[in-house]
């Protein structure tokens, strides 16, 4: 109730008197003001907001009512109690219609009246502090929702900034990711690039790995040449056509990356020239870095997609840095490779100074003398052997030319006469010819003692088979020759000695068999025995006569125009007449005519068809085929003997000669290895040949060529089979 203020409007002023001053007996914190009438009232109600109006509905003027329902409109909360006249129901229903509070009658019953005022005020400040609290809930709410927007606002936004984070913190985590797999990749380069030194390997594993990072088609290292004007295409995936092609350094992409020592990327291959041959055929688009070492460009890296803009800046990044660390790759397995090379040639150089030192060694132990020149034939190689040979002091030659040492030593032929200069064996080998066994004479220059030598010399050439000096070979013959002439002489007179005592004793053991043979005494066919042994002999006589000829020059030809044919024919008879062997002949029908010796070609034909006879079987026939060609014509006898080792056939047609393990099969034994080199010296004289060859199906064919001079027709005479016992 404290602070509680009411209005009481009466006409009546003892009341006016009276009720306040009761009421503040007992409320005694109620303060009441008064008023007598009801327009004054309203005038204070606008000012002074009342707990509680009192007011007499009688009322002069304005009554009761009227200012009940002004109150109304003005204060509606304010409780107004209406005082009514003794039975004037009718009234206080009107006032309690017309919104009053309470009524109380006249005369007022103080109790009553005090209750009702008191609950009016109290339920007037109740509603006020109701009110107060519900606008201070108002307000309070107000201020909530004012915190909440602010508050909502603030989560808005806080909300924008965490997504905000959130995007970047995704980014980071893609960037993070993007960089760990490039770093990944580069590490990959790297661990290739250093453990693999050979460079060959290397490029190949790097090409790989590269194709793999970047996606690309086509892969190419190029590297700088050594005069550093071109780009040489090293290696390569998708491009290997193109690996050696050298791309000079010009102004287009290539040439610009190894200049600008940035990379590049071409987004569309066609609108640029061909960069490197069959490049555009596989890719459309290009990124490409430079390969620095120290900031020195070494080459260039390529990678080609099928798809034109199909490289990012990312790519020709990484590609950078992956550059970066090939190009420290390569340097490496380069300067591994020149270490290795450098160490292969020292490992070669020192074989080599072994070999030379070798080849010293034995060129200075040999017995031969040698001698060496250079192209300008000044010698630079002289052993002890050549040394002593020429009468010289060791090292006396040094700086001489060959001229001069041959003019030193009086060089001459071997039959004495002076040797012309162009014909001096390692002058010849300087021009590329090769001379083998040439017999020379010199005089030795200290002794004066004249020395006979075979000298043999050849072209020194190098690996291009340019002639960089000669070598020739010498060997000491005086001593050799010496022997050989005494057993040719001796030879010679021996022969022509027995020849002259078998000639007679021929004649009489044929004077002698004939008289046997008259007087019927069987003692005959000894002597026909002692006439074929004699015939035996004369044979080797000859051959041994035939050799002091060729050997002093002295065997002379006979030549005349001679139908071959017949020759043939006639020698065939005569073998076969002399022995039981069969022969197939294969003759032309016609002459050919050969100028020749006869006797001289019967010797070689006889010689090699009695060879075929004494080293084939008995039962195995012989064939003799004689054969025309544009220049030739030919005899040809084969038999099916062992044939001859390939080993032996270079020296079948020597002096003395048999091959090892070939047993005569028919026939005499004898036989001392002459009669196929006198063949060979009766064919050389004809300006014909003589030679070998093993048939596939067995045995030997000896061939004899003549050069053709004349053919004439002639009687056709058809192949036969001359069969012949002995008679
Ligand atoms: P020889 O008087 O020993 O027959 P040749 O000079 O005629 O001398 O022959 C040399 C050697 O060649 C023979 O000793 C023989 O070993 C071999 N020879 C020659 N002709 C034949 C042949 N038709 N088949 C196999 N070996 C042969």
């Known amino acids: 109730m404290s602070g509680a203020r009411v209005l009481l409007v009466d006409d009546d002023a003892a009341l006016l008197q009276a009720l306040p001053e009761a009421l503040h007996l007992r409320l005694p914190e109620l303060v009441v003001d008064t008023c007598d009438e009801a327009l004054e009232a309203l005038r204070r109600i606008a000012e002074v907001d009342y707990d509680a109006i009192i007011s007499d509905i009688k009322m002069p003027g304005m009554d009761g009512l009227a200012l009940l329902e002004r109150v109304h409109a003005i204060r509606p909360s304010t409780p107004t109690l209406l005082i009514t006249g003794h039975g004037?129901?009718?009234?206080?229903?009107?006032?309690?219609?017309?919104?009053?509070?309470?009524?109380?009658?006249?005369?007022?019953?103080?109790?009553?009246f005090m209750a009702s005022l008191a609950r009016a005020v109290q339920m007037r400040q109740l509603s006020r502090q109701v009110e107060q609290q519900r606008l201070d809930l108002e307000r309070h709410a107000a201020s909530l929702e004012q915190k909440v927007?602010?508050?909502?606002?603030?989560?808005?936004?806080?909300?924008?900034?965490?997504?905000?984070?959130?995007?970047?913190?995704?980014?980071?985590?893609?960037?993070?990711?993007?960089?760990?797999?490039?770093?990944?990749?580069l590490q990959h380069v790297t661990?290739?690039?250093?453990?693999?030194?050979?460079?060959?390997?290397?490029?190949?594993?790097l090409l790989a790995r590269v194709q793999g990072a970047l996606r690309a088609d086509v892969v190419a290292i190029l590297l700088l040449n050594g005069a550093g004007t071109a780009l040489r295409v090293r290696a390569s995936i998708g491009l290997e056509q193109a690996v050696g092609e050298e791309i000079a350094l010009g102004t287009d992409v290539i040439g610009q990356i190894a200049e600008r020592r940035q990379p590049f990327i071409v987004d569309d291959l066609t609108e640029v020239p061909e960069l490197i041959p069959g490049l555009r055929a596989q890719a459309r688009s290009l990124v490409a870095a430079p390969l620095l070492v120290e900031s020195r460009v070494i080459g260039v890296i390529c990678c080609g997609a099928r798809a034109t803009g199909a490289y990012t800046h990312?790519?020709?990044?990484?590609?950078?840095?992956?550059?970066?660390?090939?190009?420290?790759?390569?340097?490496?397995?380069?300067?591994y490779q020149e270490v290795q090379e450098a160490m292969r040639e020292q490992r070669v150089a020192t074989q080599l100074g072994h070999q030379a030192a070798e080849l010293g060694a034995i060129i200075e132990a040999m017995a031969d003398g040698v001698f060496v020149c250079d192209p300008s034939a000044h010698i630079t190689r002289l052993n002890k052997a050549a040394s002593t040979l020429l009468g010289l002091p060791v090292g006396a030659a040094a700086g001489l030319t060959v001229a001069d040492i041959g003019e030193?030593?009086?060089?001459?032929?071997?039959?004495?006469?002076?040797?012309?200069?162009?014909?001096?064996?390692?002058?010849?080998?300087?021009?590329?010819?090769?001379?083998?066994?040439l017999l020379t004479v010199i005089t030795q220059v200290r002794t004066g003692t004249e020395v006979r030598l075979r000298i043999s010399s050849a072209p020194i050439r190098d690996q291009r088979g340019n002639i960089v000096g000669a070598v020739a070979v010498s060997r000491d013959v005086t001593e050799l020759?010496?022997?050989?002439?005494?057993?040719?002489?001796?030879?010679?007179?021996?022969?022509?000695?027995?020849?002259?005592?078998?000639?007679?004793?021929?004649?009489?053991?044929?004077?002698?068999?004939?008289?046997?043979?008259r007087g019927g005494h069987t003692e005959a066919a000894h002597l026909a025995g002692m006439e074929r042994a004699i015939v035996r002999m004369e044979l080797l006589v000859n051959d041994l006569l035939d050799i002091s000829r060729i050997e002093s020059g002295k065997l002379a030809l006979r030549t005349e125009r001679e139908d071959l044919?017949?020759?043939?024919?006639?020698?065939?008879?005569?073998?076969?007449?002399?022995?039981?062997?069969?022969?197939?002949?294969?003759?032309?029908?016609?002459?050919?005519?050969?100028?020749?010796?006869?006797?001289?070609?019967?010797?070689?034909?006889?010689?090699?068809?009695s060879n075929a006879f004494k080293y084939s079987p008995t039962d195995q026939s012989v064939t003799l085929r004689l054969q025309q060609t544009a220049d030739e014509v030919?005899?040809?006898?084969?038999?099916?003997?062992?044939?001859?080792?390939?080993?032996?056939?270079?020296?079948?047609?020597?002096?003395?000669?048999?091959?090892?393990?070939?047993?005569?099969?028919?026939g005499s034994g004898v036989g001392l290895g002459l009669g196929l080199y006198i063949s060979h010296e009766i064919m050389e004289r004809h300006g014909g040949r003589i030679w070998v060859e093993n048939n596939l199906d067995g045995g030997a064919t000896f061939t004899i060529a003549l050069p053709m001079t004349a053919r004439l027709r002639s009687v056709s005479i058809p192949l036969k089979v001359i069969n012949s016992t002995q008679g």
């Open 149 to 185: 927007a602010e508050r909502t606002l603030e989560l808005v936004a806080a909300n924008r900034a965490k997504d905000k984070l959130l995007r970047q913190r995704d980014q980071a985590l893609d960037e993070a990711r993007v960089a760990a797999e490039r770093l990944q990749v």
């Open 314 to 335: 990312d790519d020709a990044q990484l590609l950078r840095l992956a550059a970066d660390r090939i190009a420290l790759a390569l340097d490496h397995a380069r300067l």
């Open 408 to 437: 030193m030593v009086q060089l001459r032929a071997g039959d004495g006469e002076p040797l012309a200069q162009a014909d001096i064996p390692l002058l010849c080998a300087l021009r590329g010819e090769t001379r083998t066994d």
């Open 565 to 609: 044919t017949a020759l043939c024919r006639q020698v065939v008879e005569e073998q076969t007449a002399a022995t039981n062997r069969s022969v197939h002949i294969d003759l032309p029908a016609e002459a050919i005519l050969v100028d020749l010796d006869a006797d001289r070609i019967s010797q070689v034909l006889t010689n090699v068809l």
């Open 88 to 112: 004037e129901h009718e009234l206080a229903i009107q006032a309690l219609r017309g919104g009053a509070y309470d009524f109380v009658k006249k005369p007022i019953d103080r109790d009553y």
């Open 481 to 517: 020759d010496r022997l050989e002439r005494q057993k040719d002489e001796f030879l010679s007179v021996a022969s022509h000695e027995l020849k002259t005592p078998l000639t007679s004793l021929k004649g009489l053991a044929q004077i002698t068999r004939r008289r046997l043979e």
């Open 634 to 666: 030919r005899v040809a006898i084969t038999d099916r003997g062992p044939g001859i080792p390939k080993a032996e056939m270079p020296y079948l047609f020597e002096r003395f000669y048999r091959v090892p393990g070939i047993d005569v099969q028919a």
């Open 191 to 205: 661990d290739t690039a250093l453990t693999h030194l050979d460079l060959h390997n290397l490029l190949s594993e």
